[in-house]
């Protein structure tokens, strides 16, 4: 029986992917149809090159990658912290990364090498910094509080935004900045954010599906899974720095995306259950489609002006998410 | 494209040695403010502009029937909004850009780094310029501009003309002895106003006034009310969209009984200048100027009328 829902939910995710990427691909402020897709398929002609690979698709590729890598670190953190509450933006991952990335940028860092730039690794370390900060403060004598967790994750993120809000405060002239950093935005993506994340999403999602039986022998709590021949401290290790590189490098290529990571791991979790093998892909999946279809309104909904993305996934995401906690209640 | 350029480069200087026609033209290319190289060929006949300042300019320089792009806050000279809209200043359309085919895109300070770095990755003549914090800055703008669209003639014109304009308003300033304390105060936004890295900083200093927040090194920022009462400004320079918004900072001020001990508030010096007039580093710049001066020296142009 889970067997066949998990069936039909993949088919059902790939069906809504390709539907986005085609409506992705043919709506937008320049009015184009399936008509002239097909023609520049055909015979290409560089005006349309332009606004359909060059726009459209990165765009929306981009859009999945982000999403994707998103729920995937929301998926890996509920299970790792046996708490459906986790999320990327509640352990206060997002907030460090934007911090990082901010204060690369502020201090000019802008080298690269191989689309892999500073600013990547500033994120990454100070998301990294912020969860392992969660993750010791919330651990007392080897046992986890729940609440601590959270509660820590909160009070660390809300540092991180002041710290960030600061700097832009300081240093930067234009509100714009600070509306791409603390909302998130892919107004301006191109194939070099797709060639920067890409390959850590593909690592990752590689990892973790790998190590996908592992953690649903953590979630028995991590004696038993200890005794069941899991490794269980090298396995917590590998899992935090795969979130933590999954998230950070989604919020150094766009800004931070609330919601994302907190919503979809949850829901897939009550469509398909609890085994991270199938959980960790769908919740992939469903990440990538939701958020590329969140970014086709953020960039529809109003002509000739945009909006940013986290205004959506929080207006899409929230209430749907109050109506997921009284469902099961 | 950078090779092309090394190998022409010394093709050219012997064309200019021995050619006398092109001596005159001087150098083929300009670079902008990013430091990228442009190539002046023919006159740019479909051009973009992505600030208000930038249009006033392309339109003070004739170059109206060219402009096929303006943003939906260039709304001056009135023919500007029947151009097409690309979009703000920080959020463009990229895609309504590109189906203008543009053969020049200028972008302005106002717009993200960021998102003049896309424009560019996207293979469009994009020529980006600082704006300066000085009125003498807005001169060479003009000459830069019209350099890029090949009206340096028209150009030359225009800056010669507000320079002379500009010059004899500082003449009759020259014998003020009084320079009286400013508060600007930007409508709409508390105690918002401008500091040292803007032009209305040294436009305050051209007209023989002295900006009580000059010494703060930003160009816009909230200043606080502690020092607005200890500076004890003579005049409030209230830059507003309309008399109404104007009317209302002023009742503001006069209603707030701790602001009460100021001496623009006791003697009610508050004017009015046009928003988008002072904060448009474009031609009407120097009109604001003209404006600000006879407000606060009005004795030296008694003999004007």
Redesign the interface.
């Known amino acids: 029986m889970p067997q066949k829902k998990r069936i039909r939910l993949l088919s059902l995710l790939f069906l809504l992917l390709f539907a986005g990427l085609y409506i992705s691909l043919v709506k937008g402020s320049v009015k184009t149809s399936f008509v002239d897709l097909w023609n520049f398929l055909v015979h290409s002609d560089q005006t349309h090159a332009q606004i359909f690979i060059h726009l459209r698709l990165s765009r929306a590729i981009l859009a999945f990658l982000v999403g994707a890598s998103l729920s995937l670190s929301g998926a890996i953190l509920q299970g790792y912290f046996q708490n459906p509450m986790a999320g990327p933006f509640v352990v206060g991952v997002s907030s460090g990364a934007s911090f990082g990335a901010v204060l690369a940028l502020i201090l000019g860092l802008n080298i690269s090498f191989w689309g892999f730039s500073l600013q990547n690794v500033f994120a990454f370390g100070s998301g990294f910094a912020i969860v392992s900060l969660v993750y010791i403060l919330s651990q007392r004598r080897g046992v986890f509080k729940m609440e601590t967790l959270l509660l820590t994750g909160i009070a660390a993120g809300a540092l991180a935004s002041s710290l960030t809000s600061f700097l832009i405060f300081f240093k930067s002239e234009s509100f714009e900045q600070a509306v791409f950093w603390l909302l998130g935005s892919f107004q301006l993506a191109d194939w070099n954010h797709i060639r920067v994340i890409f390959p850590i999403f593909i690592l990752c999602f590689l990892m973790s599906q790998r190590l996908a039986k592992d953690m649903n022998l953590l979630v028995m709590g991590d004696e038993i899974a200890q005794s069941l021949g899991c490794s269980v401290n090298r396995t917590r290790k590998i899992f935090l720095v795969v979130s933590t590189l999954l998230a950070s490098s989604s919020v150094s290529v766009s800004g931070i995306i609330g919601f994302v990571g907190l919503i979809i791991p949850h829901w897939v979790r009550l469509l398909i259950g609890p085994d991270h093998r199938y959980l960790f892909i769908s919740s992939s999946i469903m990440g990538g489609v939701f958020l590329m279809f969140c970014d086709f309104l953020a960039r529809t909904i109003f002509s000739g002006s945009e909006l940013p993305i986290g205004i959506i996934t929080a207006a899409v995401g929230a209430p749907f998410f109050i109506y997921l906690l009284n469902q099961r209640r | 494209m950078k090779t092309i350029l090394k190998f022409a480069a010394p093709a050219l200087y012997f064309l200019f040695i021995f050619n006398p026609i092109s001596h005159a033209n001087q150098s083929l290319t300009i670079k902008d403010d990013l430091g990228n190289t442009h190539v002046l060929g023919d006159p740019p006949q479909r051009i973009i502009s992505l600030a208000p300042n930038v249009t006033e300019i392309l339109f003070a320089l004739g170059l109206e029937n060219r402009i096929i792009g303006v943003t939906?806050f260039c709304n001056h000279p009135p023919e500007a909004q029947t151009k097409n809209?690309i979009?703000?200043m920080?959020?463009p359309?990229?895609?309504?850009i590109?189906?203008l085919?543009p053969d020049l895109i200028i972008a302005f300070r106002?717009n993200?780094l960021?998102?003049v770095q896309?424009i560019k990755?996207?293979?469009l003549p994009v020529f980006v310029l600082e704006s300066g914090t000085t009125l003498e800055s807005v001169l060479s703008l003009i000459q830069r501009i019209g350099r890029v669209t090949r009206k340096e003639k028209t150009a030359k014109n225009l800056t010669d003309h507000l320079n002379r304009r500009f010059n004899k308003i500082k003449e009759r300033l020259n014998n003020v002895r009084t320079r009286p304390k400013v508060f600007i105060n930007l409508h709409g936004k508390g105690l918002w106003t401008s500091g040292k890295n803007s032009f209305m900083n040294d436009m305050v200093r051209e007209a023989r006034g002295r900006n009580i927040a000059g010494e703060v090194t930003r160009?816009?920022f909230s200043y606080n009310r502690e020092e607005l009462i200890h500076k004890n400004p003579d005049l409030i320079l209230v830059l507003a969209k309309t008399e109404k918004d104007f009317l209302e900072v002023k009742t503001w001020f006069s209603q707030e009984a701790h602001l009460e001990s100021i001496h623009a508030v006791q003697n009610d010096k508050f004017s009015f200048l046009d928003e988008d007039l002072v904060t448009r580093p474009g031609p009407r710049i120097f009109e604001a100027f003209a404006q600000l001066a006879r407000i606060l020296h009005p004795s030296c142009f008694k003999d004007e009328k």
């Open positions: 939906r809209r979009g703000g920080v959020d359309d990229l895609e309504k590109i189906a085919h106002g993200p960021r998102l896309r990755s996207l293979d160009a816009w």
